[in-house]
């Protein structure tokens, strides 16, 4: 099948990017996908992706032979800040030509790869790159990670239409367990998310994932299969 990149963002910081991509790709893996992972640039940690660890865990997986290389992490800051600033911080740049050819390595070897971004889609990589303007000049497929806590629902539409502006294909949303919201707004948030899809011209490909996942992995996973069409049904190349 053609090698499948796909870039998981959140709608913002906090809303369980680490956990749904470490689920999808326990959900691929158990479809006879092989599947790798990649952190485009984890802030906060120092010499190590805390957010791979969690990957790889979740996947029931050893670290892959890329994550010793260093291809699945090519980015590392100390400060946990935005990539710009805890770049600027150790006097830095993000190198976006290195993440770039990362993962070009990576899913040369992959099936299906996703890639976990930080924090939301207008989050700066550098001064002058947005990245999600990163993501669509490399012309990944987008999923984005979102919940129903107050003020998601806003932050999830101004995503898809930021998404729509820029022409990208966004392959669907996981919806993600929330501990503090309100079940009314818990209700409505995804419908209301389903219909700005569709105004957009997407399919309404949502998927919820619940409590169980935050808390253990030994549980029966949702079905991912609206978001994965092309990854599940393509034939290799």
């Not at 290389?69 to 590392?76: C, S």
């Not at 100390?78 to 830095?92: G, I």
Request: aromatic letters at 6%.
């Amino acid at each position: 099948m053609p090698h499948r990149v796909y870039f998981v963002s959140g709608i913002d910081t906090g809303v369980g990017k680490t956990v749904a991509t470490g689920v999808m790709a326990r959900w691929l893996l158990g479809r006879g996908l092989a599947v790798a992972t990649v952190k485009l640039v984890q802030t906060g940690c120092r010499g190590f992706s805390e957010d791979l660890n969690m990957h790889r865990e979740i996947m029931g997986v050893p670290p892959l032979p890329e994550d010793a290389a260093g291809l699945t992490a090519p980015q590392i800051f100390d400060f946990p800040a935005s990539p710009h600033l805890a770049a600027a911080l150790e006097r830095r740049t993000v190198d976006v030509d290195r993440i770039a050819e990362c993962v070009r390595l990576v899913s040369a070897k992959y099936d299906v790869t996703l890639v976990e971004g930080a924090g939301g889609l207008a989050v700066p990589l550098t001064e002058d790159l947005l990245t999600v303007d990163f993501a669509a000049a490399e012309r990944w497929r987008i999923i984005l990670v979102c919940s129903g806590k107050l003020g998601a629902l806003n932050h999830a539409l101004l995503s898809v239409e930021a998404l729509k502006h820029r022409e990208m294909d966004l392959a669907g949303v996981v919806y993600n367990y929330c501990a503090e919201a309100d079940p009314v707004i818990d209700e409505d948030t995804p419908r209301m998310i389903g219909r700005a899809m569709r105004q957009a011209g997407y399919p309404p490909a949502l998927v919820r994932l619940g409590k169980w996942a935050v808390a253990s992995n030994n549980v029966r996973l949702p079905d991912f299969s609206p978001i994965f069409q092309e990854a599940i049904h393509g034939s290799r190349d």
